[in-house]
């Protein structure tokens, strides 16, 4: 099996190099990686202070992780925090974080990558972040005695590693010396694989969200736009969940106002968002006058965390598509969240908070129309709102959990 593993990623690999003749992300996944162990080299010449070592899917696990990192850099400020990431959407807004010492690409999980990457790191700790799990690396890792940790993750019966053909996989988990899960359910999964080493600390995500509202990121002109209006943020906005809510936007047109923040912020992306739009928008990098405008769209990135403290309700988006994207900084805000019903039982989250009356879940237009007029109701609105923020707060404390393990390790 570790043969058919080690050919499918040099297979993923020429794939990539391939699609780099015609794919923007595709050809910076390949160029960033072709200075990796030069950069790693004289990263290590430059510091010869005890290294940790994050690693990062993307940008989503990065803000995961972030409360983590920010521990460790407190606490441990000796150390040199390494980052690395697989995919160009994390590198690309996060290479120059201040919580990094150095911000690198993860080369592809081949034995030599693997073994050369930890030999020349020499992490005193590796942490994965959630879902990253690569056969080499935590091989390289355990091979030279390196502690691993992995935080937030989350496992459903639909993971490979629970299945009967699963046995490659599972002995990833089994190279971890703990790993920190977010539920119960995620805890007695591991248990019925033989996996003791683990504990329940919850998601970090609450941490960091609630970083996030303790200072957020003010946008005068986005407030006084929305100032004397009932506002609906849409995050996270693909195609597909712009036909469920066109509708509620074209009939409540004057009578409230709307950000939507695209996914994607390409002008190719970004015409397929608003051709579902038949009231007056404006884009953000080209409004200079918002008084005639209806509908606000983020041509940017990294706005919208802090833009849902304008909001009074949200939809968020993807859950038609590739996943529902994070509806917790809508909900650190108080804003009650209407999303799509499908795939949600990879976000607890999100039916926790339907069962609690925080959420609602919509499978078509018409249940959006719904759903949202309903959300148009001061009253709806306020206990909705009470009932996300008390839930925040009940779920955080993970990144202390997380630290005093990890400080057993360093100290």
Known sequence: MSALYTIAIYCYGAIIRMAGMFNTKAKEFVRGRQKIWSQLEHFKAEHQEPVIWFHAASLGEFEQGLPVMQSVRQQFPNHQLVVSFFSPSGFLHRKNHPVASWVCYLPLD????????????????????KYEFWHFYLKACSEQRVPLVSISALFTPKHIFFKKYGAFYRKMLHRFDHLFVQNQSSLQMLKSIGIDRASVSGDTRFDRVIQTISKPQHYPEIARWTKDYTTLIVGSAWPEDMLVIERFIHDFSGKIKVIIAPHLVEPEALNKITKHLSVDYSLYTDSKNLENTAVLILDTIGMLSSVYQYGHFAYIGGAFGDGLHNILEAVAFGLPVTFGNKGLEKFPESTELIELGGAIAIAN?????????????KEEREVASTICQNYVLENAGATEKIMRHLKGILQ
């Open 365 to 377: 237009e018409q249940e959006a129309y719904e759903a949202l007029k309903k959300l148009m109701n």
């Open 110 to 129: 081949t034995p030599k990558n693997a073994r050369r990457f930890v030999e020349t790191l020499k992490p005193e700790m590796a942490v994965f972040i």
